[in-house]
């Protein structure tokens, strides 16, 4: 009777490891894909090495934005690409194009997500109605179609120097919004 009981106490905890096992690999497997950025020890474990990358994102027959690189170093089963010297286009309805450049960044080929990020120069975005903004560091977020930074920025154009922390916007629109301790300084026009 007790060895039939230790059978059973025996089988029911491998029951319940391998559903534990497998709930573990459901977990990560389902997880999403991190948009940080690569150590540059893991760059030598990419899946593929590409010299000259482009993605195009569309809908319709409309070309919605654009990026380049140099190069890539892609890595499947994280669903992402690390870039190097990055372009990126940004097309408005009416033939408009914002293009954006950054020396290296991350793009999450699940999501569509980016970051631009550099060490030197800053980022700079030349907005349609005159404006500039520079940063160090600029996502982009698909779903819901913005650019985003933690980093410090300053939005120069119009007579306006304004400077900050953080930034949200809407490129399509031309609307930014500057999330913390913002300044804004009247400069002369050049």
Same mark, same amino acid.
């Given at each position: 009777?007790?060895?039939?009981?230790?059978?059973?106490?025996?089988?029911?905890?491998?029951?319940?490891?391998?559903?534990?096992?497998?709930?573990?690999?459901?977990?990560?497997?389902?997880?999403?894909?991190?948009?940080?950025?690569?150590?540059? !020890?893991?760059?030598?474990?990419?899946?593929?090495?590409? *010299? &000259?990358? #482009? @993605?195009?994102?569309?809908?319709? $027959?409309? +070309?919605?934005?654009?990026?380049?690189?140099?190069?890539?170093?892609?890595?499947?089963?994280?669903?992402?690409?690390?870039?190097?010297?990055?372009?990126?286009?940004?097309?408005? !309805?009416?033939?408009?194009?914002?293009?954006?450049?950054? *020396? &290296?960044? #991350? @793009?999450?080929?699940?999501?569509? $997500?980016? +970051?631009?990020?550099?060490?030197?120069?800053?980022?700079?975005?030349?907005?349609?109605?005159?404006?500039?903004?520079?940063?160090?560091?600029?996502?982009?977020?698909?779903?819901?179609?913005?650019?985003?930074?933690?980093?410090?920025?300053?939005?120069?154009?119009?007579?306006?120097?304004?400077?900050?922390?953080?930034?949200?916007?809407?490129?399509?629109?031309?609307?930014?919004?500057?999330?913390?301790?913002?300044?804004?300084?009247?400069?002369?026009?050049?």
């Amino acid at each position: 009777m007790l060895e039939v009981f230790a059978r059973r106490a025996l089988l029911s905890l491998s029951v319940l490891l391998a559903i534990f096992l497998g709930y573990l690999l459901f977990r990560n497997a389902a997880s999403s894909p991190s948009s940080r950025p690569i150590l540059s !020890g893991a760059i030598e474990k990419a899946d593929a090495k590409l *010299e &000259e990358f #482009t @993605f195009t994102q569309s809908k319709g $027959d409309a +070309v919605e934005w654009q990026i380049q690189a140099k190069q890539a170093r892609l890595f499947e089963q994280e669903k992402r690409a690390v870039l190097h010297e990055v372009i990126l286009r940004f097309y408005g !309805g009416s033939g408009d194009e914002v293009t954006v450049q950054g *020396e &290296e960044g #991350t @793009f999450n080929t699940a999501t569509k $997500d980016f +970051v631009l990020a550099n060490q030197h120069a800053p980022i700079v975005v030349q907005t349609r109605s005159g404006y500039t903004i520079y940063t160090k560091r600029l996502e982009w977020v698909e779903a819901v179609r913005e650019i985003r930074t933690t980093a410090p920025v300053r939005i120069v154009g119009h007579g306006l120097e304004i400077r900050g922390q953080g930034l949200m916007g809407r490129i399509s629109s031309e609307e930014f919004e500057i999330l913390q301790d913002v300044h804004v300084d009247l400069v002369s026009p050049s």
